[in-house]
């Protein structure tokens, strides 16, 4: 497959302003750009989609540059609903040099990362409307859909100037760099034509842009954020058992989507797996494969493999294989409590609200529904004896089939 193929086939190409896209994607080498907005010191889930289209792109040749909105960052792109809450400039340059760091190593150091405060801060208010604002007719702004959308509930005018800044992102690395494509997600589309146009018109040339699809789980929502919690691509943020646990439970309707837009695989590789898969669903066997190239090729083999150990651990009798390090950062946000030597387990259950009162705790003693480092408690007389603890501090106590513990013991 030709670069261009090869994205077709992956779903990774929406809208389009270029004359002919796929002889600027098989062509000579050229230098093209996407961006994003410093909001935070690390990159989410969300963003892969963008990133990993990026390197198909310099694995073909051409030259990838990353624009951090130093000064976009300051304004804010304009939401479907109300605007973005205005972050310091020190917090700005903060999560620039984060995202800088994470950009260069996911790309082994093979990509140019630019920051667009870097060319903004020595324009003055005057001489950017006169030579740039003077090119883009209002009605033309008014125009863009995210613009539209917001004019019933009000936009700011520091809002609405974002996508002639963004525009002008565009005509300056052209002029500079000589970029001639920008790609992005599809809710960039008015902001990246907007580039397109103003280059057109300022300077007669004809350049070009895509837009790839957002990436929706199941339920429609955006891929990689669930109740507007972002899985970060720093591990230190999000470990990789996080990451494995949320790649392994994609659904099945959408993980073949997956596997195209986040994998290097190939169409006759993904077309196995698919098939293998659909044989035998229960074995999740394209779950299972997402895992291990996303976490492989994000945070490398030892990651994934630590990943994979973690999680047949948690779940069977080699838990005690696991560190205290290991348990509490694949848990991280579940509830702790601390372990005393004097208290037996019914008491332990009620001292520390796991069940509300010693005939609950009874009930789910007698059920076999409470577990302590996955084997079931029996006795509720029993105390909590050094051998039923991990690293010698810590245990796992599971209440059902989905609420987790760590008990921490009070040294």
Known sequence: MTLYEDLMYRGLIKDVASEDLKKVLDGEPISFYWGTDPTADSLHIGHYSSLITAKRLAKAGHHPILLVGG?????????????REIISKELVEKNINGIKKQVTDIFDGNVEVVNNYDWFKDIS???????????????Y????????????????FAEFSYTLMQGYDYLYLNETKNVTLECAGSDQWGNITTGVDLIQKKLGKSVNAFTMPLILDANG??????????????????????????LIN???????????????LSKEEIEDIMKKHN?????????????KEFITDLHGKDEYEKAEKISKALFTNEIYSLSKEDILGALDGVPTFKLNNDESILEMLVNNNICSSRREARE???????????????????????????????????KGKKNYFIGIYNK
């Open 141 to 156: 702004m008014l125009d863009k859909d995210i613009i539209r959308r917001r004019l019933e509930t009000g936009i700011t």
């Open 71 to 83: 000064a976009t960052g300051l304004i804010g792109d304009p939401r479907p609903t109300a605007e």
């Open 221 to 246: 929502n955006k891929f990689g954020k669930s109740e507007g919690n972002a899985l970060w691509l720093d591990k230190n943020k999000t470990s990789s058992y996080k990451l494995y646990q949320y």
């Open 279 to 291: 044989e035998k669903p229960e074995e999740r066997l394209a779950q299972r494969t997402l895992a």
């Open 364 to 398: 789910f003693i007698s059920a076999g529904a409470i577990k302590i480092n996955n084997e079931p408690v029996t006795d509720e007389n029993e105390y909590i004896d050094s051998d039923k603890l991990i690293d010698n501090e810590i245990l796992i106590l599971k």
């Open 125 to 139: 208010w005057i001489d950017f409307l006169r030579d740039t604002g003077k090119y883009i007719n209002i009605n």
């Open 250 to 264: 994609s659904d099945d309707s959408k993980v073949e989507e997956y596997l195209k837009v986040f994998t290097f």
